[in-house]
């Protein structure tokens, strides 16, 4: 059966300081799922945890305390509304989360290419095409590495533009630059981890024809190894869900997707 767009597990509202949009709250969040017919969806407001040392002034705020106040979450039939997280891998490999704050959220989802952060996720000297390419199989294998409840962890943004903003065409190289033995080596060990890899709206739109090969190999690659994969917006404002439809109807067609590549959150 083919994989059917059924969730959303990356969403964040008003909380995220990179959305406080007053018009993304969870009631207009959850309207959507409705909308759209989706059984499972989760917010994802950004997050550091307050006793991991380390946080960015950026992120110092967006602790527990604060991206809770969305709770308690409307709920409706047929809809399951559930509570996570979208935290942070600095540049010397230290996640923003503790494995015993694990424990307040359903789900997780941790980018290891927010590679744009200069000075908090990266190195200055490693500000480079060629330090980007090693650092994408670097990081992904030191978060496997965590002692973490990876049943209900998803690794976001794998191909995320941000990786290396200042040019569209170096970031393509970038990803071309990835060895393929490498990526099959961190795929096949994201499959036995068994946590999820996240399809994002934004990172596989694929409007340009020649970004289709590069960007489809990293989900080819993990598909091969045994990944499984979920549905992510990212939506950070009520227009952003306007698209998910045909976007994620593509990439489920391109990638040749059945049910059985889905990720369930707390299933190994």
């Known amino acids: ?37 989706l059984k499972k969806i989760c917010i994802t407001d950004h997050y550091w945890d307050e006793n991991v040392e380390g946080a960015s002034n950026w992120y110092k705020p967006q602790n527990f305390e604060h991206i809770s106040k969305i709770k308690p979450l409307p709920q409706a039939d047929d809809v399951e509304f559930l509570f996570g997280c979208e935290t942070e891998m600095d540049k010397f490999f230290n996640v923003g989360i503790s494995k015993e704050a694990c424990d307040k959220f359903d789900f997780i989802i941790v980018p290891t290419t927010h590679m744009h952060m200069v000075g908090f996720t990266l190195f200055e000297a490693d500000n480079t095409v060629e330090s980007k390419a090693k650092l994408w199989v670097e990081r992904l ?47 096949t060990k994201v499959a036995q ?46 227009s952003n869900f306007e698209s998910t439809t045909p976007i994620f109807t593509r990439v489920i067609d391109l990638l040749g997707l059945t049910e059985d590549d889905k990720f369930h959150i707390g299933k190994k």
């Open 141 to 187: 294998d030191a978060l496997l590495d965590k002692d973490l409840p990876f049943e209900k962890i998803g690794i976001a943004h794998l191909n995320c533009g941000l990786m290396h903003r200042q040019d569209r065409a170096e970031f393509i190289r970038m990803l071309n630059l990835i060895p393929q033995s490498e990526m099959e080596r961190v795929f």
């Open 1 to 37: 059966m083919k994989f059917t767009f059924d969730h959303d597990y990356h969403i964040h509202s008003q909380l995220s300081s990179c959305s406080s949009d007053p018009s993304q709250t969870a009631q207009a969040i959850l309207q959507y799922a409705i909308a759209r017919g």
């Open 193 to 238: 981890k068994g946590c999820g890899v996240e399809l994002n709206k934004d990172d596989v739109r694929l409007t340009n024809e020649n970004e289709v090969d590069p960007i489809l190999r990293i989900y080819k690659t993990a598909k091969q190894c045994g990944c499984k994969f979920y549905l992510g917006s990212d939506a950070h404002h009520p």
